[in-house]
Structure formats: C-alpha cells, structure tokens
C-alpha cells in the first residue's frame, strides 16, 4: 500500500492488479482513511489524470468518495469505480502520454481559514487498448503514376512482420529508392496555445526501413514491417469539463512509403508518398476479463446498487422529526452484526427533482440494534430526505422518505 501520515491521519490507496486497465473498462480504486481523532473534511475523491506537453494537469475521470463531513476518529475503507470510456487516449511510453491516479482529501486549514489543505497520494496506471490497430477496414489495391514512374501493391494494409512486396515500372530511371516512413506525435489543442500547442516539439518523420535498385528492370523491390510497428492510430479526446472546455489531447501514428525515382538525365528527383496503414493484431479477450483487483473484492456499487432486500434490512429508518430549518433523522443498525466504517450521506429532495446540499456523518463503528441522530439543515421546503448509507464492506444502501411518514 502506497501512504502518507498528516498530524493524526493516515490515508492510503490501493495497489492495483499490474496496474493497468483497458479502454471501455471499469478502474476499480481501493481507498482506506484512518483518522485518529475527530475529523472533519470538505471533500475527498480519486482522479484519473495525464500531464499534457504544455504541463497543465488534465483530469480525465473523477469519482467522490466522501462529500463534505465530519467523522468519529477510526478507519474508513471505500471502493470506487472509474469507466475508462471509448475516447480516453491509451497510454504511449515513447511520447511520456501516461496516466496516475490520484486520492484526494481537502481540509480546512487549521491556521488559515481562508486555504483548504489538500492531502493527496498517487500512483501510475497504464491505460491500454483493446484493438489498437486491429484490421477493420477492407484492404484495397494501390496503383499509382507520375512522370512515367508507376507504382502497383497488391493492398494497403499490413501487419508488423510482414513484407511489402512493391511493384514498380517506369523509363528512363537509373535508380528507384523506397522508403518506410513513420510520422507520429502528440495532439495538444490547448487554452495557452491553441490548435498549435508550442510543447509540441514538431518531429520529421522517421525512417523506418529502405529499399533501392539501380537494376530498374527487376521491377519490384521488398521492404519489411519491423516486428515492433507502432499501429496507425489517431487517438483524440475532448473535454467536457467546463473549467477544460475545447481542451483537446491525442496522439497519432502515421505510416506511408515514400517513392524517390532518379531520372537517367537532369537533378530533379520524383517524389511522393502513398499512405498505408499498419495494424496488429486485436487482444486476447480472455486477458482482458482479468479484474484489476484479481483475487480480492473489489466490487464499488453505484448510488443505486446495493438495494436488495437483504441490505435493506440492514437500516431502519426509526423517526423523522423538524424543528424549524432542521430534521433530526434518527437510524438503527437493524442487522446482527456490529458494523464499522460507516458513513451517512443525507440531501434533501426539492419539487421532487433536485436534490440539496449534503451533509455527511461517519461513524467508527455501529453495534447491532443501537440507534443514531443525524442532524440535517436546510431553509429549503423539502419534500423527502435521501439517506445514502455506506460501510467498510462496501454495503452502499440509497433511502428516500417523505419527511411527513409515520414511522411508527
């Protein structure tokens, strides 16, 4: 485990299973607060973050795991999950586009009100792709002239390892040069440069492999994908965050074969390029069911899992009683068991669709049968309270009561 000590507590974020995940997967964090006295927070959450070239650090997936609450000195353990959506750029090592996790706990300050303190802890992960690359498009011909020089290829795509077999024909050559050209960098469409981002260091296309004749009348020539081909890609994510709006970060891979014919007679060289595209092959679908945290619980149920029968009768909801701008909500351990970690959540539900400001209480430990008061304040005219009550068996149970029940 990865941790850190602040005065009285200690928090820590869970080792990952090889540290990676796929693309269109769930990340699955595991997060343990200890506090040794009595703690109060105003927001913690884990953050799935990359550095752009222009080093500003830009979040790509959030999750809370505790709003803004006060908690009994004790240990808190909480799961939470993280979708790897469909747009999020894998990582690529050869361009430093990589990927941490970060946990995250914001304090009062206990000398300057007017800051926060900010506890966090960090630890890499890899983001990889299901199929990067993988074959979909039909492969087509290629056949291509100009100033008499003609190019044939029997397709278009191709894999690392294979050979390209170039068919050529043309007259008045004394030489026919080709080569495997790779263009590939990062996309940064960012607020402090725009489309153009400066930390982008422009790069010339690299060249791969060559081939050259001076015997025109062979007419073909070889030249072979090397084995560790980075696939054609063009990887591109756009924020939908409002402080990162039309923020845009990616990454792209390009190959072509680049044609130089030279003539019998004059300087002037033919050039030009024929695009092609590189795959490989997709991944094992049965690695890629391999869960993050292989051989522990790792589940991290929603707001609106959790709900059976069994979990529900773990609370009881005993009474609700306002008294001006407040409810006092007062809940009982309904299980047999006593129950450790746990928090509860309260908001109030406004018109029946919006929900108000939260507050959060947690608790160290709740033993079998024994009642607790939660206190809740609004000046809104609610019309239910919602009870989101979670513990550190990952028990996450979601109650909604009309403030005007009868609960006895």
């Not at 090889?18 to 595991?30: A, I």
């Not at 060289?269 to 679908?285: A, L, R």
Request: charge should be neutral; proline fraction near 4%; aromatic fraction near 8%.
């Amino acid at each position: 485990m990865i941790e850190t000590f602040v005065k009285t507590m200690k928090i820590e974020l869970g080792d990952l299973n090889n540290g990676s995940v796929y693309v269109g997967d769930k990340l699955n964090v595991r997060s343990k607060f200890i506090f040794e006295e009595d703690t109060s927070i105003l927001w913690s959450g884990i953050q799935l973050i990359t550095n752009p070239p222009c080093a500003k650090e830009l979040q790509i997936a959030k999750a809370e795991i505790f709003s803004k609450g006060d908690f009994e000195s004790g240990e808190y353990i909480r799961n939470r999950t993280m979708l790897i959506k469909n747009n999020v750029v894998p990582t690529i090592k050869n361009r430093n586009l990589e990927y941490i996790i970060k946990l995250i706990m914001r304090q009062p300050h206990p000398i300057n009100p007017g800051d926060d303190l900010l506890i966090n802890r960090t630890q890499k992960i890899e983001i990889r792709s299901k199929g990067q690359g993988v074959q979909t498009k039909k492969s087509n011909p290629i056949s291509f002239s100009l100033s008499g020089l003609n190019i044939n290829l029997s397709k278009d795509i191709f894999k690392p390892g294979e050979t390209i077999k170039i068919n050529f024909s043309g007259e008045d050559l004394k030489e026919i040069e080709i080569r495997l050209l790779q263009e590939a960098n990062l996309i940064c469409n960012c607020d402090a440069y725009g489309q153009n981002c400066r930390k982008v260091q422009k790069l010339p296309p690299a060249i791969a492999g060559d081939a050259k004749t001076t015997n025109v009348e062979k007419g073909f020539l070889f030249l072979k994908i090397p084995e560790i081909a980075e696939p054609s890609h063009n990887y591109v994510w756009e924020a939908h965050e409002k402080e990162d709006w039309g923020f845009k970060f990616g990454d792209y891979s390009k190959w072509s074969l680049k044609v130089i014919g030279k003539p019998l007679i004059g300087r002037d060289k033919m050039k030009f390029n024929i695009p092609i595209t590189v795959v490989s092959k997709p991944v094992d679908e049965a690695k890629i069911g391999v869960s993050l945290f292989a051989g522990q619980n790792s589940s991290a149920p929603t707001l609106f899992e959790g709900l059976s029968s069994k979990f529900q009768k773990v609370f009881k909801i005993i009474s609700i009683d306002s008294d001006m701008d407040k409810y006092i909500v007062k809940i009982k351990n309904a299980s047999k068991d006593k129950l450790h970690g746990v928090t509860v959540k309260l908001s109030g539900l406004l018109e029946g669709l919006f929900e108000t400001i939260s507050t959060l209480e947690g608790f160290s430990e709740w033993n079998s049968g024994e009642e607790k008061e939660i206190m809740y304040e609004t000046k809104q005219n609610v019309s239910a309270l919602i009870t989101i009550l979670e513990d550190n068996e990952q028990k996450n149970i979601r109650l909604q009561t009309s403030v005007s029940s009868d609960f006895f």
